[in-house]
């Protein structure tokens, strides 16, 4: 991250009715990435990430692929996510999966073999997504969630917990406030530094992170306290509301203590400030990039 | 479920390593389900998950089909889904996803597409999985739930909301005490009951259920008052520790208003019982249906 100057990551969540146009998409194609033909609409939707990453991949240090914009192209989605992947990494990227799971222990084996290293069976080997971080769902408690950082460890990988979402929902259930003091998320919070406190490494960081809305910066400095060594991933920037500067408290233990992730403001911003869509795309994540950089560098001074 | 005398629903998560033996899969294949070469791998656990479902499909109304289990295959993962998902409905049963997804709006929209009726777009159809009822998690309030339902209803499905689960973790956050009283998973409750008011049908029973692990007998009672119209889904029976005979609670709307969900004592009924796996598939199967409708029929006698 100080190498590139930047904490942003690229959201890809494509969606098939909102595409580039296709001479935008052009020069995505690449051989070796999909093994079977994915059908013209998953190889446009491939296009279009691969055009979008090609355009923004500079100012950023990650991407985070929405599991649901894949799963929805049926049987081929999966091929189309790890083919997106590949051209990630190739593009200097970290790869973060985001999809929510949890489940009891067993599944979550199952979902983090998906995600991170893959399953060896007396069937041979099924490949895994190779991620570098994933979001996790909390709710159904530490062993719903301990395999997904198990996992992640081996890997030299890391999770992210939900703990307050960016979403109006969130006041539901997250924001409730509890008999024995504080709200819901604070209790999540807590988990988050409990299940992170043996994974901080030297610059004091750890490989359990929390995913805090960017629409809700009145939580952040609360959550830093709870929370001093996670990493904050920071959903809600631009086409859900929330704006860069509210975010000084994410950065308080360095540049990494905060990621900002935006996918519509990016993908879409050709709509809002014109221009083709992959120049749009680089201008708008630039601004971004060096908006929250020199917010960084105030906060820290 | 009044014509089958069941409210067993089979769970089905296969893992590589614990698939029933070669000869035990024997008449699983079926042309037509797999449109790609599979590989061996994935081409046994698919015919594991045929000859469980042939074994066992009389006694039951329906499978969960868990989604970690095909998730962690890689990228055959969702053709090998399908192919269990045609095959349980030859079998004259009902197909639940069991993935316990929940996102933000557009992404609940996509997970939805992905699991029940597929998406139409400019780029052509993507097929959902087409599933009458899928687990979601309702950590982030009603705007991450209610597209789901959305699309549930619209093909005349069903959701089952993350309520009270079956492992130990639950007691980490779903039973945390709220400062207005109660506790966390009854609030949930009170979720179910009003997003699922405008579903309740002629049976009484709504669109919108309730997880509700069996392993916590002793929340039933106050779950069926918080939600007299759910179809409870009670999985943790068998290998997880909850026993048939406390489910009565779940039972007072109407035979459909609990689903029994077994799994691994289904599937590895032959460790416990002895015989062939199919055999003893089938006799714990019946073994269960048989003694949850008594249990039916004395709570409502």
Redesign the interface.
Known sequence: MAQRGSQLVLGV?P???A?WPAPAREGGHEDGDL??AP????R??LDHCRALIAAAAEACVAVKL?L??F?????V???VL?AVAAHARRAGLLVFADG?????????R??A??LFG??D????R???LGADGATV?????????EPFITAARRQGAGVFL?VR??????????D?????GGA?WE??AA?VAELGEEGIGAAGLSDVGAVMGATAPAHLRRARELMPGAVFLLPGIGA?GGAVEDLAPAFLPGAAGGLITASRSIAGAHQLHGGSPAQAARAEAERLRASAWSLFERATA
Chains 1, 2 share one sequence.
């Open positions: 969540d969606d098939p009715a595409l093994a079977a059908g013209e609409g998953a446009a939707v929405q649901a914009s799963e929805a192209l049926g049987a989605g999966r091929a790890d929510k799971r949890g489940d009891i222990d067993v599944s979550a199952a979902y073999s998906a893959g399953l069976s007396p069937l041979g099924f490949e895994g769902n909390p709710l159904m408690g530490r062993d719903a969630i939900l979402t960016s979403n109006p929902g969130a006041a539901d259930v997250e409730l406030a509890l008999a024995a819901v209790r999540l988990l859900q």
